[in-house]
Structure formats: C-alpha cells, structure tokens
C-alpha cells in the first residue's frame, strides 16, 4: 500500500538517474576507448626490439585502471540506486517518519552474521526469525520473509507493517524497527529471549512453567494482550493466529504475543471480518471455517485451546497412535470427564490451585464453545483470568506467612518437636469437574 504510494514519482526520478548515469559512462567509456586505439599506442617503433613504445604501454596501463575504477564507481552507484529504489518502494518515504527505526541492510547483515542457521530463532509459515546484536549490544530478531514470490512476500510485510505499527503493549512484541533495502523488507522485533510457551509446555526440560502459578499467570497476560487487541488498541484488531508458538516468554517468563501475519484491522464496534482461511489446525474457530468470518470471537476460540494446552500438555494438532487427526480438546474434555481432573493435568496443584483450576477450566469450556455468540469476550476472560491470579497471591501470601510463623512458632518451642508435613508438599486433591463442550464434537 505505501509503496504504490511512492513508486509512481520514485520511477519518473529513477529513470532519470539512470539515464543520466548511462550518458555518463557512454562519454567515459568513448574516452578511455579513444585513449586505447589514439595514435601514440599504435605507432610502432621501429628502433626498439618491443612492439609496443614506454608511452603506448602507460597508455594501456592508465586506459584499464581507469576501466577498474569506472567499473568499481557504476557498481557502487547502482547498488545504491538499487537500494533507494527498493527503499522508496517499500514504503520509506511514508515509514522514516513512524517512530521505528530505519535500519540499513548492511546493519542487519552484520548483526546477525550473514543470516547465519546458528543464529536462527524460529521458523513459521511466512519467514525466519534470525538474532542479531547491535555494535551497542542491543538484542533484536530480524523477521526474514521466506519465499520466492516477491509480490506475495512484500504483500505479507506490508500487512504486518500496518498491524504492529499500531500496537504498544507490554505483551505485545514491540518492533524496534525496519529495514527497506532489500527486495522483500525486513522487520526488527526486540528479541524475547526465553523462547516459546509451545517450547516450554512440551519439553520435559523446562522448568518455566512447573508450577500452577506460572501458568496462571502466563494465562492472564495473554489475555491481557488479546483484550488490548480487541478493544484498547486503535484501530482494534484480531489477531487471527493463536497459538503457543505465537506466545513468547522473556527472560522472567513475561508473556509476549507475537506475529501479526494473520492479524486483521477492525473498526471500533465492528465484530467479523471476511478473510481468506489463516491459521492453524487446532486452534482454528470451526465457525469461522464454515463462514470464513474471522470475528474477535476466533481469537476467544484459540485462547481458550491454549487454556487446555498449558493445563494438559497435550498438542492440540498431534495425531492419535492409529495415526489419525484427533482433536485435543475434545480429547481433553473427554479425559477431565470420565478421569479425575489432577490425572490429566501437566504439573502438580494442591487442593486450593485445584478450586481455582476448575475455574478456569470451566473458562476454557466457554471459550471454545461452538457458537461465538456463547463465547465470553476477551475483556470478561482477561477479567476473570486476573481475578483468579490476585486471589492465588493472596492465598500464597496468606500460606507463606502462616508457614514463617509456624516455623518461627515451632523454633521458639522446642528443636526436637516433630515436624508436620510441609505447606508446600503438593497434595492430590479427589476433585472431579465435568467440561462438557455444547456439540463441539459436531463443529470441527
Ligand atoms: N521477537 C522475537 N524474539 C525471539 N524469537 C522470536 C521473535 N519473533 C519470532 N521469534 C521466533 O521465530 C518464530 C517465527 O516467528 P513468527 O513471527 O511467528 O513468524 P511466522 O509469521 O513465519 O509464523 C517464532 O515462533 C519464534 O520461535
Ligand atoms: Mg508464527
């Protein structure tokens, strides 16, 4: 959009540079070849032993290093028209004056080593995701579109553009900047360094989420961010692509949603939106695959599949042994059914995470309910969501002071009093909850 804005007068000023660099080095080349073939370099002297005299061997010396230097000056001057081009067409014109910051190709191909593998972060549907370090020591991650189709390609980062340009929140992945040189641009995110949330669901290894706490809270900021898309932001948006590979952790395992790839711009009061199909498997609103309608009612539906997957462990697009395409959460909501709800669950819960587990649980169930309508909004989900993360401060507050003072109680008594078990040794509550989903096996 904003490079067809700039492209009509960038050609008319292109073409005359390039007609006047060609003039140029027509006059130079006519020189140095009238240089080469004058009269000095093609007498021969009869006196010498050589072909060719002192004063035609200079000729041909000076004739080629001025070929050299000519040859190394067009290289240069074409590859900054080639680089003003691309930049006028990627929108810079229009862009230098956003708060981002304009980087240079070079910039982005020294911080990140040439776009070296090892320095790859992720891959997804429309790009790699490579780190780089500033000269300052400034992390970014340099958004790579992939891709051969230069016009799709640049079609993506102008939508991206547009989407993140409009968003400052602290889960929300801020842009630092961009870089319009090269063919397709390049997008500079501030680099989150703790990787996924998919990432720490499913590797074993991972410590980030052991406890219901971190979860808990992981849960609310993201809602938090998809409550700020739909109704804060200005314009509101959907985000259109929910899912624990597009939710990053930062070095205190902050939540941060990321890549705007699929993201629509909705004006304020308006609720859906025609697009072509985007997302991914699982996470998918069945009703908007029916209608092709993504409403801010999709992204409820995702958020409420990244609630049973933080609670489960379970992917919501893996295959059955058989081999077979299954629904997780239909899975899940079978498992938390007929099991007792700490059997399914990813990590310990004592008693009281238990209670509060249920709630959310029951949240889910409502976010991914087959019809939008039923669905809560992200601000009744964000509210909800916060509400259970102050009460579990205050219980852990209220436990944690208890325990100092049964602790500091049980010293003053007596060293050889017996201890009773600690506040903190997880216990296994009994505690059954039904998550029936309203004919959500009939929508998918
Ligand atoms: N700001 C960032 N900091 C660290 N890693 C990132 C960042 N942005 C993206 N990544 C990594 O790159 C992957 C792909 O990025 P994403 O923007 O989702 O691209 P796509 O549109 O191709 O899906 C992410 O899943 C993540 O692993
Ligand atoms: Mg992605």
Redesign the pocket.
Same mark, same amino acid.
Request: glycine letters at 20%; aromatic letters at 10%; one cysteine or more.
């Given at each position: 959009m904003l490079g067809i804005l700039a492209k009509e007068s960038a050609r008319t000023r292109l073409e005359i540079t390039h007609a006047v660099v060609h003039w140029a080095c027509v006059v130079m080349v006519k020189q140095v070849v009238k240089d080469l073939v004058s009269p000095p370099l093609l007498q021969v002297d009869h006196h010498s032993s050589s072909f060719l005299s002192i004063e035609s061997l200079d000729a041909v010396t000076g004739g080629t290093i001025s070929l050299v230097i000519i040859g190394v000056l067009l290289y240069i001057i074409l590859r900054k028209l080639r680089k003003d081009k691309n930049f006028r067409e990627n929108g810079g014109m229009v862009l230098k004056h956003q708060r981002v910051r304009i980087f240079s190709e070079a910039e982005l191909a020294k911080a990140t080593e040439n776009y070296n593998d090892h320095k790859k972060?992720?891959?997804? @549907?429309?790009?790699?995701?490579y780190?780089g370090v500033l000269p300052d020591n400034t992390q970014l991650?340099v958004?790579k579109f992939k891709g051969v189709d230069k016009a799709q390609m640049n079609e993506e980062f102008q939508h991206?553009i547009g989407m993140v340009l409009q968003v400052n929140h602290k889960n929300v992945?801020k842009l630092l900047g961009l870089c319009l040189q090269t063919k397709v641009p390049l997008l500079v995110?501030?680099?989150?360094?703790n990787?996924?949330l998919f990432h720490h669901i499913h590797d074993r290894k991972s410590q980030v989420l052991r406890t219901w706490t971190d979860r808990l809270r992981v849960a609310a900021e993201t809602a938090l961010a998809l409550e700020y898309l739909h109704s804060l932001a200005n314009p509101p948006m959907i985000h259109g692509?929910v899912k624990t590979?597009?939710i990053?952790l930062d070095e205190d395992g902050t939540a941060?949603m990321?890549?705007f @790839?699929a993201s629509v711009l909705i004006s304020p009061g308006q609720t859906d939106i025609a697009t072509r199909i985007q997302g991914t498997f699982g996470y998918l609103d069945p009703e908007y695959l029916m209608t092709g309608n993504l409403t801010v009612k999709s992204d409820v539906f995702s958020f409420g599949v990244v609630l049973v997957e933080l609670m489960t462990g379970q992917k919501p697009n893996s295959n059955a042994k058989s081999g077979e395409k299954r629904n997780v959460v239909q899975d899940s909501i079978s498992s938390l059914e007929n099991n007792h709800l700490f059997k399914i669950l990813d990590f310990e819960a004592d008693e009281e995470e238990l209670e509060e587990i249920e709630v959310v649980a029951e949240l889910a169930k409502r976010c991914v309910n087959s019809s939008g309508v039923k669905r809560p909004s992200m601000k009744e989900v964000s509210d909800e969501l916060s509400r259970l993360t102050s009460l579990h401060e205050d219980l852990w507050g209220q436990k944690n002071s208890e325990e100092t003072e049964h602790l500091l109680g049980k010293s003053a008594l007596s060293f050889n009093e017996n201890t009773s078990p600690s506040m903190n040794e997880p216990q296994m509550a009994q505690s059954v909850i039904s998550l029936e989903i309203e004919n959500y096996s009939n929508s998918i």
């Open positions: 972060l992720g891959e997804g @549907g429309f790009g790699c995701v780190k991650a958004k991206e992945v995110y501030e680099f989150i360094s990787g996924t692509d590979v597009n990053l941060k990321a890549d @790839g």
